[in-house]
C-alpha cells in the first residue's frame, strides 16, 4: 500500500481523469470506506459484502476502498454502480461526493466533515462508537452500529437527500431529490 502522507490544504488535486469525477454521469457519488485495518478483521469483513448488497441497484455511484488484502472471494459479485479500490486519496474522491459511508475512525470523519458531507457511520471500535453517535447527535450523519443491507441502503437515501444532514455552506452539496 502507498505510504501514509498528509497533503498539505494548497496542494493541488491530480487530473481530474479519475473514475469517482462526474464526467457524463449525473448520478451522485457515495465514497464508502471502512479504513485500512477492517479487512483484516475476519470478524468485521461482511461489511464489505453488506455494504454492495446494500447499494447494487440505487440510482447513483460508489466508490468502495478495501484497504489491503482483501480479494475477490470477500467481496463476490462487484455491482455495475461500484468501483472497487484497495486505497484512493480520500481528499480527491470527497471532491465529488455527495455523502460518506464509513466507519468513523479519525481520518474518515475529519474528512467528510471538513467537505460538508453527511455521514453513514458504522462503528467497529476504539473511539468508533463514539464518533458516531456524536455524528448523530449534532445531526452531521447517521449512526448505524449494527447494520442490515435494507437499513445501510435506507441511511444512503437519506444521506442523499436529507438537507438537514448536510452543511449549507458546502459546495460540494448535491441537490435534494
Do not use: K
Amino acid at each position: 500500500p502507498p505510504p501514509f502522507r498528509a497533503r498539505m490544504p494548497e496542494e493541488p488535486l491530480r487530473e481530474a481523469h479519475l473514475a469517482w469525477t462526474p464526467g457524463a454521469d449525473p448520478r451522485p457519488l457515495v465514497y464508502i470506506t471502512f479504513g485500512t485495518i477492517v479487512g483484516g478483521m475476519a470478524r468485521a469483513r461482511h461489511i464489505y459484502r453488506l455494504s454492495l448488497d446494500a447499494v447494487a441497484d440505487l440510482p447513483a455511484r460508489f466508490v468502495l476502498t478495501t484497504g489491503p488484502g482483501v480479494g475477490a472471494d470477500v467481496l463476490g459479485e462487484i455491482p455495475s454502480n461500484v468501483q472497487v479500490e484497495a486505497w484512493i486519496p480520500q481528499r480527491e474522491v470527497l471532491a465529488h461526493a455527495a455523502a460518506v459511508v464509513c466507519h468513523g475512525g479519525s481520518g474518515s470523519v475529519r474528512g467528510a466533515l471538513a467537505a460538508g458531507l453527511p455521514l453513514v457511520v458504522v462503528p467497529f471500535g476504539a473511539d468508533q462508537p463514539f464518533n458516531a453517535q456524536r455524528i448523530a447527535a449534532v445531526e452531521a450523519g447517521i449512526a448505524l452500529p449494527d447494520p442490515t443491507a435494507s437499513t445501510l441502503r435506507a441511511a444512503i437515501e437519506r444521506a442523499l437527500v436529507d438537507a438537514d444532514l448536510r452543511d449549507p455552506d458546502s459546495a460540494t452539496n448535491w441537490p435534494s431529490a
